[in-house]
C-alpha cells in the first residue's frame, strides 16, 4: 500500500530551528509537496521537490532524496505565527496525491 | 471571487438526510478536487474532476457522488447522509491535473452527521 509518515508533533522555541521529517512508500513518484495548516484553516502551499536536494525559500527550506524515500522541511528563525501543521504530500504515478497525517509544531516563547 | 469558495461553511445533518456541498472557483483551472480531513488521518480524496465534463474515483468514493457541468463548479452529494461522514471537506483545484501544479484549498465545509 501507500504510505506516508511523519511524526504527529513537535514542539520547539521562538527563533531556532527545526526539522521535520517526511517518509514515504507510495506506487511511483511524481513530486513532493509541503503545506502549512493552520487550525481551522484550510492548507496553503510551501514547497515542491521533484529532484532530489534541497529547495530553498526564505524561512522555508525543503530537502529530498528519492532513494531514501525520504524528505525533510527546515523552518529557521520560528516565529509564533510558523504554529500550524505541516503536511507531507506525495503525488504518485496516477497524479493524485497522498497526504501523511500531518505534523503539528507548537512554537514556545 | 478570488479563488476558491465553498458553501456552507459548516452544517448539522440529521442520518438519512440529503446533502450537497457547494464548490466555486474564478481561476479557470481544469482539475478540481473534493477531500475529506478527519483527527489524526491525512487528506483523503473522494472525487476528481480532471476537466469539465468528466470525474473520477477517489480513495474514498462510497456514500458520495459529483458532477462537473462546468469549469467553475464542483458540488459533492451525500445521498443519505451517515455519522462516519461527519468531518472536514476541503475542495481544491489545479491548472491540471497530470503535472507538476500545485493544489489550491477551499475554506472547508465543516459537517456533522447526528
Known amino acids: 500500500g501507500q504510505n506516508i509518515d511523519q511524526p504527529t508533533e513537535m514542539t520547539a522555541t521562538e527563533g531556532a530551528i527545526v526539522q521535520i521529517n517526511c517518509t514515504y512508500q507510495?506506487?511511483?513518484?511524481?513530486?513532493l509537496f509541503w503545506y502549512q495548516q493552520h487550525a481551522g484553516e484550510a492548507p496553503t502551499f510551501l514547497s515542491y521537490?521533484?529532484l532530489d536536494g534541497l529547495e530553498e525559500k526564505g524561512r522555508f527550506s525543503s530537502f529530498l532524496s528519492r532513494s531514501k524515500g525520504y524528505s525533510y522541511l527546515l523552518l529557521k528563525e520560528l516565529q509564533m505565527k510558523d504554529s500550524a501543521s505541516y503536511l507531507c504530500a506525495v503525488r504518485d504515478s496516477n497524479y493524485q496525491l497522498i497526504w501523511g497525517a500531518g505534523t503539528k509544531l507548537i512554537i514556545k516563547p | 471571487i478570488a479563488g476558491i469558495t465553498q458553501a456552507p461553511t459548516s452544517q448539522i445533518l440529521a442520518a438519512g438526510r440529503r446533502m450537497t456541498l457547494r464548490c466555486t472557483q474564478d481561476?479557470?483551472?481544469?482539475?478540481m478536487y473534493w477531500y475529506r480531513q478527519d483527527l489524526g488521518l491525512g487528506l483523503r480524496l473522494i472525487h476528481y474532476s480532471n476537466t469539465a465534463g468528466t470525474t473520477g474515483k477517489g480513495e474514498v468514493p462510497d456514500g458520495y457522488s459529483v458532477s462537473r457541468a462546468n469549469t467553475d463548479d464542483f458540488p459533492l452529494t451525500l445521498a443519505s447522509a451517515v455519522p462516519s461522514q461527519t468531518s472536514v471537506y476541503f475542495c481544491a483545484s489545479s491548472e491540471e491535473a497530470a503535472s507538476t501544479d500545485t493544489q489550491y484549498f477551499g475554506p472547508g465545509t465543516r459537517l456533522t452527521v447526528l
Open positions: 481561476m479557470r483551472h481544469n482539475a
Open positions: 507510495t506506487s511511483g513518484f511524481n513530486g
Open positions: 521537490n521533484v
